[in-house]
Nanobody, 124 residues
Framework: QVQLVESGGGLVQAGGSLRLACAAS????????VSWFRQNPNKEREFVAG????????NYTNSVKGRFTISRDNGKNTVYLQMSSLKPEDTAVYYC?????????????????WGQGTQVTVSS
């Protein structure tokens, strides 16, 4: 199994930037597909961005394409989500999640390990 710890959330004005980090207990590039999800109260957890094992595939939900970038620092066992041009509708708790499969899935049900989440609030 793998432990995941998110950090980097906070309060930012619309148009601003934040970088979220997902620190894993082991290297992820060859062992884990890692994705970011977000969730608001009374709503389902939504896929935001993901990167597959061996970096075969990278995917983003349409609403963040061109604004968010997912990347890895293999030396730090960390996956980042760089968020720019933030909008109030990006406000949510952001979670990172991992699965063994090389397939980059967008359904949260297919991920086995989750971090505790980090709050992102974008003010208008």
């Amino acid at each position: 199994q793998v432990q995941l710890v998110e950090s980097g959330g906070g309060l930012v004005q619309a148009g601003g930037s934040l970088r979220l980090a997902c620190a894993a207990s082991e290297r992820t590039d060859i062992r884990w597909t890692v994705s970011w999800f977000r969730q608001n109260p009374n709503k389902e957890r939504e896929f935001v961005a993901g990167i597959s094992r061996y970096d075969i595939q990278v995917n983003y939900t349409n609403s963040v394409k061109g604004r968010f970038t997912i990347s890895r620092d293999n030396g730090k066992n960390t996956v980042y989500l760089q968020m720019s041009s933030l909008k109030p509708e990006d406000t949510a708790v952001y979670y990172c999640a991992a699965r063994r499969s090389t397939v980059l899935a967008v359904s949260s049900d297919l991920y086995d390990y989750w971090g505790q989440g980090t709050q992102v609030t974008v003010s208008s």
